[in-house]
């Protein structure tokens, strides 16, 4: 259960990573085009 949890943890980060990484690129994309 702990392995299933912390895997799970694992996995949420990484895509919470993503999410942030695509914020700020959208951001300074916008920066640029204004």
């Known amino acids: 259960m ?3 949890y912390s895997t799970y ?3 949420s980060w990484i ?3 993503k999410f ?3 914020l700020i690129f ?5 920066k640029v085009l204004d």
């Open 26 to 30: 959208y951001f300074s994309y916008k």
């Open 2 to 4: 702990l392995c299933f």
């Open 9 to 11: 943890v694992f996995y």
């Open 20 to 22: 942030t990484l695509v």
């Open 15 to 17: 895509c919470f990573n």
